[in-house]
């Protein structure tokens, strides 16, 4: 066996080690990849991190912008919500309105991409039209609806006291009201879903559908077992997209019913509005935000695991 | 590039920063300063002296015309400049506040209505008036306008607004369907009740009378005014209030008076159905005048059927029959011309200045007795202002030291119970509870 000086040993220690460091042109890519790194690291922390932190940091203070208060006050604001009837009213209804008007649009969007898939005379016209609803700004739809559904002036009370009737009341009713809610979220946002799923449409290979064709599949076959299962990654993150979309916006309801009757359509985007906004109550403000926030990121942890499950290539 | 014509990095430096230098310093010299004659050789400058006020887009050419009328730059050399304000009382607070923290103020003399003076008030934004006001001022006002103040204008007993609007909710009828049906004007509260069977056709829409109750402080109109009818006040949750909730609660389910669709429309859609013959009377703001007349509904209108009457009276006495809103001048604390701010509030409330105010537009229009000594008689905003104020029927309006919060208490809960949600005692006790936990905060 051969056995090395001590010093050759040493030589050969230090000769590794140097083995190990970076090299000149290494640590160069280093600096430069931290230089171009850190303005995005910044901002997403200026813009994001930090707002958060503090966000989390107020919700345990009685901040207050206009009576000047802002002391600790530990989890009184998390206690308050449990017994506001304003925050219990909505946290109820938010997940009614989030969960329902999802649902809602991704059927009505694949259902409406699969008309616009097919092939008939008029197909961009009716692909263009079909955005309208998007396009119109949320608080403008909101108000639109509140005419007509207006028990004078509105087509659709207008239409039911023609065939029943009857009048039809719809925004002193609780239920009717929240139905009325999530139809007109519906009609607003599933032509955008339609767009993206339509896009998800065209690139599902057609030697699938012809073969399956030749296996005697009809259309509702073709549908639910090549279409929807080469969309659904697709459906998953517009899913999702929707449900984190739908918790931040208050506009429609606003709009709409402005939470009522009672607190039967308020959402907690809107008592957010309210607190932070209209109160200038941070502190309260802040609580809700921090509630809303874990509902997003159970949305978004469920999501994802939803997305790893379903994710396809061909 | 030759050598000759080549800038050096240095050369370039130093170009540089003397113009950065230079423009750095223009930046700061005072916006509005002027270079006015030299004087040996040297320039000077003098400080023009300008204000800004905050109008509502309605009152633009308004307060425009009055400036002009009464000269007021060329008195004073004070040039003012007149902005518009947010619409709304959401978007106001907000640029108001972040102004205000910042320690500046978008304006310095703003017009503003009662839905954000206890805001404003407060949190210390507003500059104390006492000091400035003319003399004799308040001898001029009617003694419901100096009671409205003191509730609705004055904060640690200094005086923050001085109120040039001042407006009721008006009684209109139908005088051609009253007539016809010859039955009187209802002048209680029972005989509003009794109005349900003479007038209301649920199968062809038609209300004996309707509101704009939607949540979003138009509820918390009606609940006030029914309240101070009662005797009270809604945001003490008493009797009165209670008394209030249930009479609302029977004009629309029993007594079949008041369309309980009311609950989901705003003033415009109120004043749509009365326009399409759906109303025969109801409560409305005095702009509802100016747009029945307006030439839209030319082809509908005629005087008879924008009767206007007294508001009925209710257990509380006639003296709470109806209350007063009102818009009124005051200077934000951090203002960067407050003298000039005062000069200028100072001869805005004055009372020549508010008799010409008035002749410019119906927006100065209030109960001063020197306004109302000079309006035009045969007016109908005049006559009715006249005629309920001879009639002893406006009350201070209920007052809650944190008013927006409050009413939307008020208003999520009036709105359950009449919808059907809860209780009236539930009704009662969330709105207790909410409120004490508002004055514990």
């Not at chain 1, 970076?22 to 707002?51: D, G």
């Not at chain 1, 969007?109 to 039209?129: M, P, Y």
Request: hydrophobic share 45%; net charge negative.
């Amino acid at each position: 066996m051969q056995t090395l000086s001590p010093d050759r040993d040493a030589t050969a220690t230090r000769h590794r080690l140097l083995l190990q460091m970076p090299s000149k042109s290494t640590w160069r890519r280093y600096v430069l990849f931290l230089l171009l790194v850190s303005p995005a690291f910044a901002l997403r922390f200026a813009t994001a991190a930090y707002p958060l932190a503090q966000t989390v940091m107020y919700s345990f203070t009685n901040y207050n912008l206009l009576k000047g208060t802002n002391s600790n006050i530990g989890l009184r604001n998390y206690e308050r919500m449990t017994t506001n009837y304003g925050v219990e009213g909505a946290l109820s209804f938010t997940i009614i309105y989030v969960l329902a008007s999802t649902l809602l649009e991704l059927i009505v969007g694949l259902l409406i991409a699969q008309l616009l898939n097919a092939n008939f005379k008029g197909r961009t016209f009716a692909r263009t039209i079909n955005l309208i609803p998007w396009a119109i700004p949320t608080i403008v739809a909101g108000y639109a609806f509140r005419w007509f559904l207006d028990d004078q002036f509105g087509l659709l009370p207008n239409w039911y006291s023609s065939v029943t009737g009857d009048n039809l009341v719809i925004f002193i009713d609780p239920t009717l009201a929240r139905i009325a809610v999530i139809l007109v979220h519906v009609w607003k946002d599933a032509p955008f879903m339609a767009v993206v799923f339509l896009a998800g449409m065209q690139g599902v290979p057609l030697d699938l559908y012809e073969a399956a064709k030749m296996d005697g599949a009809n259309a509702l076959q073709r549908f639910v077992r090549i279409t929807l299962p080469l969309v659904m990654p697709l459906v998953i993150t517009m899913g999702l997209f929707r449900i984190v979309w739908s918790l931040s916006g208050f506009d429609l309801v606003y709009g709409l019913t402005s939470g009522g009757p009672g607190v039967a359509t308020s959402v907690l985007a809107l008592q957010i509005f309210r607190e932070g906004i209209l109160f200038f109550k941070f502190g309260f403000a802040s609580a809700i935000s921090v509630v809303l926030l874990l509902f997003v990121g159970i949305i978004g942890v469920v999501g994802l695991g939803l997305y790893r499950r379903v994710d396809v290539t061909y | 590039m030759s050598d000759s014509t080549r800038v050096s990095r240095r050369k370039f430096l130093k170009l540089a920063g003397t113009a950065a230098t230079g423009a750095a310093l223009a930046s700061v010299s005072p916006g509005i300063a002027s270079a006015s004659r030299p004087i040996l050789g040297v320039p000077h400058f003098h400080r023009q002296r300008s204000v800004r006020i905050a109008v509502g887009g309605w009152a633009q050419q308004n307060m425009l015309d009055l400036l002009d009328r009464t000269d007021f730059s060329g008195q004073t050399g004070i040039d003012v400049e007149i902005v518009l304000r947010a619409d709304t009382k959401e978007t106001e607070i907000t640029k108001i506040v972040g102004a205000v923290q910042a320690g500046t103020s978008p304006y310095d003399v703003i017009d503003f209505e009662d839905e954000l003076t206890t805001t404003l008030s407060r949190a210390n934004y507003m500059l104390g008036l006492d000091d400035i006001l003319p003399a004799g001022m308040w001898e001029d006002f009617s003694p419901e306008m100096v009671e409205y103040s003191k509730v609705w204008s004055t904060y640690n007993d200094e005086t923050f607004r001085v109120i040039h609007n001042w407006e009721m909710p008006i009684w209109w009828y139908r005088k051609d369907w009253f007539d016809e049906r010859g039955v009187a004007v209802p002048t209680t509260w029972e005989e509003v009740a009794a109005m349900g069977e003479v007038f209301t056709d649920q199968a062809n829409g038609v209300w004996a009378t309707e509101d704009g109750l939607i949540k979003g402080a138009f509820l918390n109109v009606y609940l006030a005014w029914i309240t101070l009818q009662a005797g009270g006040n809604p945001f003490d949750v008493g009797d009165e209030y209670r008394t209030a909730l249930q009479y609302i609660y029977d004009l629309m389910y029993t007594h079949n008076a008041l369309n309980p669709a009311s609950l989901q429309k705003d003033y415009n859609q109120q004043n749509g159905d009365y326009i399409a013959d759906k109303v025969a009377f109801m409560r409305q703001w005095p702009f509802f005048g100016d747009v029945a007349r307006s030439a839209d509904n030319a082809a509908w209108f005629s005087e008879d059927k924008v009767a206007i009457g007294l508001p009925p009276v209710g257990p509380g006495g006639v003296a709470g029959s109806t209350y007063p809103a009102a818009w009124g001048f005051g200077i934000i604390k951090t203002s960067p011309n407050l003298e000039e701010a005062k000069e200028l509030l100072s001869f805005l409330v004055a009372q020549e200045t508010a008799v010409e105010a008035m002749k410019v537009g119906f927006w100065f229009l209030n109960a001063r007795k020197s306004v109302l000594a000079e309006a035009p008689q045969d007016n109908w905003l005049v006559q009715q202002l006249k005629m309920y104020t001879d009639a002893g029927v406006i009350g201070v309006r209920p007052f809650h030291p944190s008013f927006v919060e409050a009413l939307t208490i008020l208003e999520d809960s009036a709105s359950a119970y009449l919808t059907n949600q809860m209780s009236l005692n539930d009704c009662l006790d969330q709105t207790r509870a909410q409120l004490r936990d508002l004055e514990e905060e």
